[in-house]
């Protein structure tokens, strides 16, 4: 693969997974756990992933202080130093900022991929190419490209990208950006076949991607710029600089206000796994079309639900259709599959 | 109390209590179990009810072999001789051959209170009194007496008793036992106010039960009593008594036979909680009529379940009307109440 030793890879690792509370909890999101069954964690499925196209070495983490052991105890290959721990949350604007400038002062000709570390891709074939096409096309273009992936349904939990004027293999100008549409809206996008899902996965240049923080978020710029570059007597503490961040994606903070944005097709079996509903439909199910993680079911005039636990307990269930049961050692939800957005409500009440 | 000394009382504890799967298994059912959160099982509930009016000493547990820890646990004042561990299930009868003969041989002017340890009693007082009339019933007549509930429902899950002539305060000859009813039959037994629950609980000297083993289960009789008084030259193991004995309940045994049969009326409260409705109507209920064992509940849209747990988890429950939840570390039970009777087929799925 040409230009190996300067391709890196940033694993954002920092959310906290509460739309699958209980099985997932803020002490141990989502990201870290053994989603599909498959014996890796979503997080240590997307460094495998990952380093069939980018040196080991050149894989970063950025999540949270407090999920330093999950990170060094899943993934013993990442160095120190290749794991950011921010001390706040700040969404992937100040993530990306900081990874970018790290990133940049060990090498300064960097291509980057930026990847959730919570997402499922069934196709690493189709991954790999559309991954190697994009170090192509932003190593020979001032771009931020992001990767769009053709829609099968019309999802509403998803932004869109309208693309436009064709750039290259598989690879588009970005015409617009368009936030979590309504229902009818997001048939028009399915049928007109000129739409693609925004998968929060982008591939750039550190100097891309650094040129356009210059431009809109100067200040984390200078402050990220400044922490690798010793500039002044002194260093300001990451603490202090995380505390003045916005807390803003870098969908709203750059993308959508960049002019040299592009968009490159996948069809790669990429899934969010955002929802309960999503995982169900990736699992293997049962002759009632019920799927289990960790979980064995006996079931009477029981289907299509989604059954998991931490232990591997059976679970026996009667009279339920399209149900979400997730249990853990804390907590037991039992929630229709269509009510799954009431699940962030009973996580705000827990601590009450 | 007159004749206290001479009370006795037999707790038979050797249930497997499977229809309140998975919150009561095999290895710890029922009885053992802190059924309504007060603190205490079952059996330690029967256990405080009875040292009220038996004294402690003459109170004798009939179990399984696998229970002995469990019992010493929960009942550290019964001395190891009281405890009597079968070696094979064999229904109330010779459970209760065993008991009476255990006792005879140790007081022949014995009175016997036999209970099961997994029923519930809330009228203390009512209890106590319904215990003492029936001792002294039993002290001054060569009787066999049985403990007769006001029923409240067309319960059809029950034994019911067809009262006959009044021989004493609310004692009465047994004109005929039925076994469960159909629903018609079981609400004309209620509406003609002839008709009582049989608890299953029986009070009677030991010469009296001791007279009607000998009529009625002879060969089993003769077992024990030699058993006890060492007749031959040697004494036949338990187990192989045992393995002899006809598995049969005390009501077909003996009291559907016997002519010195009696029946005292009790309104004490009393459950057999013999199924999670039982169990439900007893508990205290939120605004949305949900009743929770170790368990934090939150609900939307979910009324009238039963939730049990065995660590105290929050169980967050949506879309759910008159279910059974019921977790443990095992196993997880999601069921309609209007089907528990499918409860046992789960459990018998589960060795599978």
Redesign the interface.
């Known amino acids: 693969m040409e230009n190996f030793e300067h391709r890196w890879c940033v694993i954002m690792c920092g959310g906290i997974g509460s739309r699958f509370w ?1 099985y997932s909890t803020e002490e141990k999101p989502k990201q870290f756990i053994d989603f599909l069954g498959t014996g890796r964690s979503l997080l240590q499925m997307t460094f495998d992933r990952v380093k069939e196209v980018v040196p080991v070495g050149n894989i970063v983490i950025v999540s949270g202080e407090r999920y330093r052991n999950l990170i060094k105890e899943q993934l013993p290959e990442v160095t120190v130093d290749n794991i950011l721990l921010e001390p706040m949350r700040r969404n992937t604007a100040p993530c990306i900022a900081w990874a970018s400038n790290y990133i940049y002062a060990k090498d300064p000709k960097a291509l980057i991929l930026v990847t959730p570390s919570d997402h499922v891709v069934m196709n690493q074939r189709e991954f790999e190419k559309v991954v190697n096409r994009g170090f192509e096309f932003a190593r020979e273009n001032d771009s931020l490209l992001t990767i769009g992936i053709h829609p099968n349904r019309p999802e509403t939990g998803y932004g869109y990208i309208h693309i436009g004027e064709k750039v290259g293999n598989e690879i588009y100008q970005v015409s617009k950006f368009t936030e979590k549409p309504d229902l009818e809206t997001a048939k028009s996008f399915l049928a007109s076949g000129d739409y693609l899902w925004n998968a929060g996965i982008f591939i750039w240049s550190a100097e891309s991607i650094i040129g356009a923080l210059e431009e809109f978020l100067p200040e984390e710029q200078e402050a990220f710029h400044n922490y690798y570059n010793h500039i002044g007597w002194q260093t300001e503490p990451l603490s202090e600089i995380f505390g003045r961040c916005r807390s803003i994606s870098i969908d709203y903070a750059v993308m959508e206000k960049a002019d040299n944005v592009y968009v490159e097709k996948a069809d790669m079996g990429w899934s969010d796994l955002g929802t309960w509903s999503a995982l169900h439909s990736l699992k293997e199910k049962d002759a009632e079309g019920n799927s289990s993680i960790n979980a064995r079911i ?1 079931s ?1 005039e029981a289907g299509n639900n989604i059954v998991m ?1 931490d ?1 591997g ?8 259709e399209n ?1 979400i ?1 997730a ?10 599959m269509a ?1 799954e957005q ?2 962030k ?2 996580v705000e ?2 601590g009450k």
Chains 1, 2 share one sequence.
């Not at 307990?313 to 339920?320: F, M, Q």
């Open positions: 209980p006996l009477r636990t232990c307990k059976t679970v026996a269930i009667s009279g339920l149900y049961v249990d853990s050692a804390d907590a037991l939800l039992i929630c229709p009510d009431q699940i409500s009973f009440h827990l």
